[in-house]
């Protein structure tokens, strides 16, 4: 049965695209600005007619990469560790009834599945067991279920707490649902908010921003249709609303995200183009202060197309942009009312108007660089930045010994001499920049790291897995 494993690798890279260089504005048929094309998976594969949300896992144990696509009648998942060769390993179908609407987030080795489907509640997958397909595509089955709700449009997951949040559920008036996922096997419901009202989506942290009234509190940044509902929920059973933020020429608060400092939280309204007139519009809201956010300033894009789910990761802001594809900013001077445009990827090149199809939504946090789009129409896309080069993949003129490693990394050249090596965690956080004379063999100290996977890049272009011990 392994034996049809690598067949179905060179099957789907006949049906998929594959990799393509971001030259001269386009990627094949797509236009683009920085960002290179790997592959795409189309939906027929999926066996669907419709795509929506996507997250991301990669395995502790080895540093491989899985995209997670949300799907009409379930969701897909897909080994990219080799991004321009990605393998569909199966589907996870829906629990009841097919739905336009999905969302995926991870927990501890697991997914977490909800959607708009009537009395679907949360799916719960091992996702470990993606090391051990055989046959691809396989049928999967759901580990675990939780009934505490039935509908569900989104679902948010604190991953240092262990405790997750359906927004816009039936219950709680639409507000937050808390879940207990600790043992992921057996969720456990926990409370819920109803002061705010419906919520479309959120982020939830233990905060450690810049107002100390808050430090080390559970805090909850809800998008609610018409405001930014900002509460405590770190007593479960007594939570505690916190304050409200609007702005002008609202029609439907869809999303939002914090800066990495925690200082703004950048917001998209999903209807206020159409509404409006707006070309695409993102509001960001100044938090230094919980208990009185207010708008700092408003971005307007050069197109005119719907914005969607947004993500910020260090200094840049990625946003699926529907019919614009995915436009990536670079917000390092946001507290200056600053957000420049860099690089963009489109996956729907008709045009960029009003209208939901196009890029769904945009996982950018896999340390290896790569990024995956989901597009309602035309399914999975890997995208990478242009400026990384090839990943380790491909053919590489350097080495790193012992692999795993405890203490010292042994890096070799063939020819280009060595002068920057930086190593990333699983979160794509960089843990380590050094800097060295041209030489052709370095030696690099890994003894303050703490075990697990790392991403080494050498020169800022070629990537390598480290495993330490």
């Avoid at 359906?166 to 008036?173: E, N, Q």
């Avoid at 009185?292 to 942009?321: R, T």
């Avoid at 242009?386 to 350097?398: I, Q, Y």
Wanted: charged letters at 20%.
């Amino acid at each position: 049965m392994k034996r049809l494993l690598p067949l179905l690798a060179v099957l789907l890279s006949a049906i998929t695209f594959a990799q393509t260089p971001c030259q001269n504005g386009n990627a094949g048929p797509y236009p683009c600005n920085g960002l290179d094309l790997q592959s795409r998976i189309g939906l027929n594969v999926f066996g669907t007619d419709r795509g929506n949300d996507s997250w991301g896992w990669t395995d502790p144990q080895d540093g491989k990469e899985y995209a997670l696509m949300g799907l009409g009648n379930g969701t897909a998942f897909v080994d990219i560790t080799d991004p321009v060769n990605p393998i569909y390993l199966g589907k996870l179908p829906t629990h009841t009834d097919p739905s336009t609407w999905r969302d995926i987030k991870v927990y501890n080795n697991y997914a977490f599945i909800v959607s708009e489907a009537s009395g679907h509640g949360i799916q719960v997958f091992d996702l470990t067991r993606l090391r051990n397909v055989s046959n691809a595509p396989e049928t999967f089955t759901e580990d675990a279920h939780y009934n505490g709700f039935g509908h569900c449009h989104n679902l948010v997951i604190n991953e240092e707490t262990g405790y997750a949040y359906g927004v816009g559920t039936s219950s709680f008036s639409g507000g937050p649902h808390f879940v207990n996922i600790q043992d992921p096997l057996n969720p456990v419901a926990a409370g819920g908010f109803s002061g705010d009202n419906y919520c479309h989506d959120a982020q939830v942290v233990i905060y450690n921003g810049p107002d100390t009234d808050y430090t080390g509190r559970e805090i909850f940044f809800g998008s609610n249709e018409d405001r930014v509902s900002i509460v405590d929920v770190t007593n479960k059973s007594n939570p505690i609303g916190i304050s409200n933020g609007f702005y002008s020429s609202v029609d439907y608060t869809h999303q939002g995200w914090l800066t990495e400092d925690q200082r703004y939280f950048i917001i998209g309204d999903e209807l206020d183009e159409s509404a409006f007139g707006f070309n695409t519009r993102t509001i960001i809201f100044d938090v230094t202060d919980l208990d009185n956010p207010v708008v700092h300033f408003e971005y307007e894009a050069d197109n005119e197309a719907i914005d969607h789910n947004g993500y910020v990761k260090g200094d840049e802001f990625y946003l699926a942009s529907y019919r614009a594809g995915l436009r990536v900013f670079d917000i390092s001077n946001i507290g200056g009312e600053e957000m420049v445009e860099t690089k963009f990827f489109d996956t729907y090149p008709n045009n960029n108007s009003t209208n939901f199809d196009g890029a769904w939504s945009v996982y950018p946090y896999f340390a290896s660089g790569n990024i995956v789009i989901s597009d309602i129409d035309r399914g999975l896309f890997i995208v990478r930045d242009s400026s990384l080069g090839v990943n380790e993949n491909a053919t590489s003129n350097f080495a790193i010994y012992p692999n795993p490693a405890q203490d010292i990394v042994n890096i070799t050249s063939k020819t280009e001499p060595i002068n920057q090596v930086e190593i990333f965690n699983m979160l794509g956080q960089k843990v380590l920049d050094l800097s060295f004379d041209q030489n052709l063999s370095e030696n690099v100290d890994v003894s303050n790291l703490q075990a697990g996977m790392y991403v080494m890049k050498v020169n800022a272009s070629t990537t390598k897995r480290l495993l330490i011990d």
